[in-house]
């Protein structure tokens, strides 16, 4: 790979995403003292911290089973189990994900967990329709949100986003009890304080997703470093953007696109990550043959027929 290039990414997705978790904790603490001085602010920014810190981590395996997903074990899918394994080995995580299927026919994939202790979930319709090597992309993309704690990262963004919430409210009720002292002269108060009490959830929450989008670009970068292959990434990518974009132009709006602005999307605009993954291709150099495993060098491996255990109950397939 063009290291160059690629630390120059990481350090621009670094810098932005420190600047946005020190926008979501300034604007706690500016609440905070609001409300009730500095004192206040700093104690609800200390609050989140050690929350941030002490929270209870739920099993992936629980968290898993209220999407009645199950273990997809190395004799359902050995290709994946291996590659899995050397990923996990690339990236230094100290066990290696449990890998489980989900037997839905939307094209999804996601991770739950934290580096001790973490899983990675496929769905049916993503199994059927990538191919291997796309696969092989997706898995790199989930360890590495995996490997950078991007789960543990979001954590303390909704916690700072949800006290910033309920300390707005604080604020407005507290604004609300005291009016009839404003309306009689009696106390003052600063209206850019209301503005910020009123619009303070909103700008946290917009904060929220800019660092979403952030943190996946940062996982583009981590799977393009564990897999040495961009292209594999952006493959996938534009297949889940056009299973995507044509179930909902179906359902909502037939033959056109559903129009969203690029800053209230969770994820970043598909074109924008492929672009930058086609960039790094260009410069890229390639793995050796022997990357993961031999036989399962991304760009070699053929169209999986990989299938989860499929055992019915009622109407369910599991």
Known sequence: MDRAELSRHRLGNGVQTVLLLLGLMGLLGVIGTLIGGPWYGLVAMALVVLLYLFHPVVPPALILRLYRASRL????????????????????????????YLPIPLMNAFSVGDRREAAIALSDGLLQRLTLREIVAVLGHEVSHIAHNDLRTMTF????????????????????????????????????????????????????????????YQADLGAVAL????????????????????????????????????????????????????????????????????????????????????????????
Do not use: C
Request: no cysteine.
């Open 73 to 100: 074990q190395p004799r359902h899918a050995p290709a994946l189990n291996e590659v899995l394994h050397e990923l996990a080995r690339r990236a230094e995580l100290p066990s290696v994900p449990a890998l489980y």
């Open 227 to 318: 897999t040495g292959d961009p292209k594999g990434l952006a493959l996938a990518l534009a297949r889940l953007e056009q299973a995507q974009g044509a179930l909902w132009e179906q359902v909502l709006l037939p033959g056109r696109r559903v129009p969203e602005p690029s800053w209230l999307r969770t994820h970043p605009p598909t074109e924008q990550r492929i672009a930058r993954l086609m960039a790094l291709e260009s410069r890229s150099e390639r793995y050796p043959r022997s990357a993961l495993a031999g036989a399962y060098d991304p760009r070699t491996l053929p169209r999986t027929g990989v299938r989860g255990p499929r055992w019915r109950i009622g109407g369910l397939w599991f």
């Open 157 to 216: 963004a909704d916690l700072s986003s949800r006290v910033t919430g309920l300390l707005s409210l604080l604020g407005l009720f507290l604004l609300a009890v005291n009016l009839p002292l404003v309306v009689l002269g009696g106390a003052t108060i600063s209206w850019m304080a209301i503005a910020l009490l009123v619009f303070a959830p909103t700008l946290s929450a917009l904060l929220q997703l800019g660092l979403a989008r952030s943190r996946e």
